[in-house]
């Protein structure tokens, strides 16, 4: 009998995407032989739109890339612009800066396994990830005045102190997370059809992983132990004490996994980093019309998603002369057609929701 | 045995069933916004000293600012503010030195069609108010100024006369 191959697109409307990301399949039956991505369509042309705004007229177009975890990739932008000007941060700035952005990867994280328990068929799990999220949420607005969007942080600091309650609602926070994070793994990670659907579905090898050059949690859930924070770190990450948690299979189960476990983790730092809080300034001395001299920085962090890198060229002007964003996320996408060959339709959602992609930041 | 993770699955959800809610009924419940919400702006006219540092910061060129030089000084004829634009980012209440341009908590922004989603917050009342104002106050001056001249003009004058008085006095004596 003769078979015919069959072309089918998933997306760009379907839930599963995250967004709005299109995948060709040509399938043989059930099979997927070969996959073709087609991303773009939420491509707002952002590194072009940055050379006509001015140096800290940068910062709210940054949440709008990464906008699970806008903290981070605010971040990563102040983080490139205090390279390019040798700019001190407080040490008040920094201990902020470390428990908002660990917040931050908590929130993305819930996100990511609230999505993949959606995703695999179990809507439970997604709401009660979903409540806690919550809570972060409204820490990030307390502090910055918005939820997704927050431009909290400064070239130089951050934009307001920490006003009164949050630290106590922080610590609140971080001492029910295991509880939360119990009811996780009974409800996701204990399930025997989620993890039927998961484990042993569509392994990465450390090797191929790294020729990829994937980041973040999908790396490190293929059992290679790169997180930046420990492998090089940046603003004060080298004065707290936490682990870096590896996967041994690299497949589905372990990329969903690794994510839960570094939440905890995330809260070991953070509850250190409200141990230590110092007082004192939080801005450094940046001044009012920023004009870096000629000149390039480079300058990496760990966001929820992998190692997101910024660059900027600066012809010493008050506006940049060329903006680059390195995203985790359409990095560890170039892997994806690749892998998903050879499995069934049916998994290849259960890969995609595995990568935690979000496509603001694919299309930046 | 297969199963066992599903049941305590089920265990939990059972548990929370009878748990406390964790949802509101918006819109007749609300949750409490911290007092840094960026919601709909708000401005003050009386404040704003027409600095323009507003209009500066905006990375969208959401704030159209109008002036006019009334007697010399700067007044405010227009604040238009086109919110389909905003990121609702700050930058503007964070460069405003008088504290004019401030957000309030209201989010509900919605509205049927983009021609009523801008807000131009100066009325024509306020913009007279103020010019007549910097008006009274410019002629005010004036008068003071004219006043001031006037009776320095006098007090000089005065004085000549009394010098004159005085040589002519002299004159006479000596003429005597
Ligand atoms: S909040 Fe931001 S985008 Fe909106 S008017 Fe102010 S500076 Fe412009
Ligand atoms: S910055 Fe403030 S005072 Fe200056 S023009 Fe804007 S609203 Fe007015």
Known sequence: MKTQEMLINVGPQHPSTHGVFRVVLTLDGETVVKANSVPGYLHRGIEKILESRTYPQVLPYTDRLDYLAGLLMNWGYVNAMEELMDTEVPERAEHIRVIMGELQRIASHLVATAAYSGDVGGLTGFIYCFRDREDIMDMIEMVSGARLTPSYMRIGGVAADLPDGFLEKCQKFIDYLPTAIEEYNGLITGNEIFQHRTKKVAPITAERAINMSLSGPILRASGVNYDLRKARPYSIYDRFEFDVPLGSNGDCFDRFYLRVLEMTESARIIRQALDKLPDGPINAKVPKIIKPAVGEAYAEIESSKGIMGVYVVSDGSTKPYRIHFRRPSFINLGHFDELIQGWKIADVIAILGSFDIVLGEVDC | ?176
């Open chain 2, 1 to 176: 045995m297969f199963g066992k993770g599903l049941l305590k699955g089920l265990k939990i959800t059972i548990g929370r069933f009878f748990g406390k809610k964790s949802t509101v009924q918006y819109p007749e419940e609300r949750l409490p916004l911290p007092d840094r919400f960026y919601g709909k702006p708000d401005f003050h006219y009386d404040k704003c000293i027409a600095c323009n540092l507003c209009v500066n910061a905006c990375p969208n060129k959401v704030i159209k600012l109008g002036t006019e030089t009334v007697e010399k000084k700067k007044v405010v004829t227009g604040y238009h503010f086109d919110q389909q634009y905003c990121l609702f980012c700050g930058l503007c209440e964070e460069a405003c030195p008088t504290d004019a341009i401030k957000f309030t908590k209201d989010f509900e922004l919605t509205t049927y069609d983009r021609d009523t989603i801008g807000i131009e917050f100066v009325k024509q009342g306020q913009i007279d108010k103020k010019i007549k104002e910097v008006k009274q106050a410019a002629a005010e001056k004036a008068a003071a100024a004219e006043k001031a001249a006037a009776e320095k003009a006098a007090a000089e004058t005065k004085s000549q006369t009394e010098e004159a008085d005085k040589a002519e006095t002299t004159n006479k004596e000596g003429g005597a």
